[in-house]
């Protein structure tokens, strides 16, 4: 079973494949920062400081909360991620939290299609 390791709390979770890291945390007391739980307010956020790989796909939610900056250093809604079959390590900062928490969602690119 893949280990959740909660840096800020110093805690470390065995926890099953495929668990949601939010809902774990909040299960087992791992202290990440909530609120909402689904992709909207960004209070979740989380660097994967180990273990990225182990990470599901990102989810619409975090692309559009996080937008590429923040995903491309890294960071991931804890209540759209899940980790799959590997050990993992994440931290949380609060002037990040803060930052994400303002940011407006991107609209999501719709395709032009022409009707004939």
């Given at each position: 079973?893949?280990?959740?390791h ?16 939010l ?55 804890g209540?759209?991620?899940?980790v799959?079959?590997?050990d ?8 990040i ?20």
């Amino acid at each position: 079973m893949p280990k959740i390791h909660f840096i800020n709390s110093n805690k470390q979770l065995e926890v099953p494949e495929n668990s949601n890291i939010l809902r774990m945390s909040l299960r087992y007391d791992g202290e990440l920062p909530n609120r909402c739980g689904g992709g909207i307010c960004g209070t979740c956020v989380f660097k994967a400081d180990n273990g990225a790989e182990f990470l599901d796909n990102v989810k619409i939610q975090e692309r559009r909360k996080l937008g590429e900056e923040w995903l491309g250093e890294g960071y991931r809604l804890g209540c759209q991620t899940f980790v799959t079959n590997g050990d993992i390590s994440i931290s949380w900062d609060e002037d990040i939290t803060e930052q994400v928490k303002k940011r407006k969602p991107d609209k999501l690119q719709k395709e032009a299609t022409t009707a004939k």
